[in-house]
């Protein structure tokens, strides 16, 4: 009987250790992920050496044409998903903090506009494209996954 208790617990530890150490390692991975695309997805020009200010005068809004047509100042599409950690921390920081004057954020739903992010090369939420009035894309993207606040994102877009 005790040969069988000692069995169980060494098997409970086995997988106990393995599960950890699968964590440890996609942890470990992530970051490393997440740094190779936003090193690769921005643009050297575009990092500020300084923080921008924000008044929070600027825009929030869901996605459609019309959004992007309407916009004024800079506008970022930010492609978020529902499901997303990195995205709901985002959109909670977005919504605190607003968005500073001169720039809209217009909200993409990551899994439904399929054909946006083809066109504009995004392959992770969290992905922010500049683009212009009419659509066409300004500069490399950016993907905040690794630090998903604004203020990281507009230090890197702006």
């Not at 060494?10 to 699968?22: D, K, N, S």
């Not at 959004?67 to 492609?79: C, N, P, T, W």
Request: hydrophobic fraction near 40%.
């Amino acid at each position: 009987m005790n040969k069988r208790i000692l069995a169980i617990v060494i098997a409970l530890a086995v997988v106990v250790i393995g599960a950890v150490a699968a964590i440890s390692i996609g942890t470990a991975q992530s970051p490393d992920n997440s740094a190779d695309s936003s090193s690769l997805s921005g643009s050297s020009d575009s990092a500020s050496t300084g923080s921008v200010e924000n008044d929070g005068g600027g825009a929030y809004v869901d996605y459609s044409p019309a959004a992007i047509a309407d916009a004024e100042g800079r506008i970022f599409l930010f492609f978020h998903a529902p499901w997303c950690p990195q995205c709901v921390s985002m959109e909670g920081d977005i919504e605190a903090e607003g968005v500073p004057s001169g720039v809209t954020i217009v909200k993409v739903d990551y899994d439904s506009n399929q054909d946006l992010r083809a066109q504009y090369g995004v392959t992770q939420q969290t992905s922010f494209v500049e683009v212009d009035s009419s659509g066409e894309k300004l500069q490399d993207n950016y993907v905040a996954y690794a630090d998903p606040t604004l203020q990281t994102a507009l230090d890197a877009l702006l």
